[in-house]
């Protein structure tokens, strides 16, 4: 990537931001349909088997993070944070809108997450310990069914607030 606009004249933040994803996007146009075609990912989609700690991958691996995510995905605050935990399910658009804002085929988002944790792995030894306990997080595997249910009927969801206790 590029950090020159022209010789001797560096880009600023936000324009090597943009470069940046234009040459995902450029690099992955193809990715939509890589694996699976566009008619096999609607049909599991549908059927409710997208994975919400994919989508969280799938951001964290490009660094995408914050309202601006939710705006590119064509929808509000915090509906991207919902997606993750698995209380909200996207639209098959706002769906497709994250494969190109991630560049990321739309098999991944499908695909189970391992069952392997980076402490059990070489990563150990290779990784700080706060970084470790982050990727050993346990994974959000599936959506609500409320929320598949909701959005394949075309009615706008609230999720009802998560209640967690400490012991």
């Known amino acids: 990537m590029r950090t020159w606009a022209a ?10 931001e943009r470069r940046r994803r234009s040459i995902l996007a450029r ?9 699976l075609s566009a008619e096999e990912g609607l049909r599991m989609w549908q059927a409710g088997r997208l994975v919400p ?10 660094g995408l ?12 605050e915090p509906d991207v944070d919902h997606w993750e935990l698995g209380i909200k399910y996207p639209t098959w658009e706002q769906f497709l809108a994250l494969c ?33 306990r982050e990727l ?14 909701a959005t394949l009927a075309g009615r706008d969801y609230t999720p009802v ?4 206790t400490l012991w």
């Open 7 to 16: 010789p001797g004249v560096r880009a600023d933040p936000a324009e090597r």
């Open 27 to 35: 690099r992955n146009r193809d990715a939509l349909t890589a694996w």
């Open 53 to 62: 700690d994919r989508i969280t991958a799938a951001l964290d691996m490009n």
């Open 65 to 76: 993070e914050g309202p601006q995510v939710d705006i590119d995905c064509g929808t509000t």
């Open 100 to 132: 190109r804002l991630t560049a990321t085929p739309i098999s991944f988002f499908f695909r189970e997450p391992s069952d392997l944790r980076a402490s059990e792995t070489t990563l150990v030894y290779h990784l700080p310990a706060k970084v470790l």
């Open 136 to 149: 050993d997080r346990t994974p959000v595997t599936a959506f609500t069914r409320e929320a598949i249910a």
């Open 161 to 164: 607030p998560v209640q967690t």
